[in-house]
């Protein structure tokens, strides 16, 4: 059954960058043929789609995050990561790491998920 | 981007009630729109794809109807564990979308 865990620090410090990765268990990323996304939610708010990425490398971001945003694949480790530059109060946020239902398609419901890691920016 | 709007932003009902969510988009999207159900402190759960096809596992007392810009997420009759946030999403094109949900609370 596959799984999707988010690690990386719980806190950032303003003007820094975030630093999340995703670990993805019972399948591999390189043969799966999925997009593996990143999507936050801050608090009390609704989510927000950050962007998604290939097991190639091939990546798609949202327009509104572009600039700062900057998401790999490591297919040894079985992992994706998310970086967020220059961060602010503003990126405060729970992110979660998912998966959408259909191989291949950048576009689409995502249906497995992981538990999401509460971010805070504050110095 | 394709805005999404829900309506109502929260409602209060009673176990039995049949309730009603609607998502609105800025654009026509034929049928590419998914509903999620968020408890608190969880990820969102996938409930329905594509409009109207019910996730596996998901009872049947949910269903999605709608087409174009106008959809529908419905409880035929809210159990107690259906409390919980629901929000749209659109899968027409990225950057993907969500609505900014909508709060089922207990009257």
Redesign the interface.
């Known amino acids: 059954q596959l799984q999707l865990r988010e690690s990386g620090p719980g806190l950032v410090k303003p003007s820094e960058t975030l630093s999340l990765t995703c670990t993805v268990s019972g399948g591999s990323i390189s043969s799966s043929n999925y997009y593996w996304g990143w999507i936050r939610q801050p608090p009390g708010k ?4 950050i962007g998604s990425i290939y097991h190639s490398g091939s990546t ?1 971001y ?3 995050l572009k600039s700062r945003v900057t998401i790999s694949v490591d297919t040894s480790k079985n992992q994706f990561s998310l970086k967020l530059s220059s961060v602010t109060a503003t990126d405060t946020a729970v992110y ?1 790491c ?1 998966r ?2 259909v191989r291949g ?7 497995i ?4 890691t509460r971010v805070t920016v504050s110095s | ?1 394709i805005q999404m709007t829900q309506s109502p932003s929260s409602l209060s009902a009673s176990v039995g009630d049949r309730v009603t969510i609607t998502c609105r988009t800025s654009q026509r999207i034929t049928t ?1 729109l ?1 509903w999620y159900q968020q408890k608190p402190g ?5 409930l329905i ?2 409009t109207s096809n019910l ?1 596996t596992g998901v009872p049947s007392r949910f269903s999605g109807s709608g087409s174009g810009t106008d959809f529908t997420l419905t409880i035929s009759s809210l159990q107690p564990e259906d409390f919980a946030t629901y ?1 749209c ?1 659109q ?11 909508a709060k089922v609370e207990i009257k």
């Open positions: 609704g989510l927000e789609w798609y949202n327009p509104s979660y998912a959408p239902q398609a950048i576009s689409d419901a995502f249906d998920w992981g538990q999401g | 981007d590419f998914n969880k990820a969102p759960k996938l794809y594509a996730q929000y999403q899968s027409y094109s990225t950057p993907l979308t969500f609505g900014g949900g």
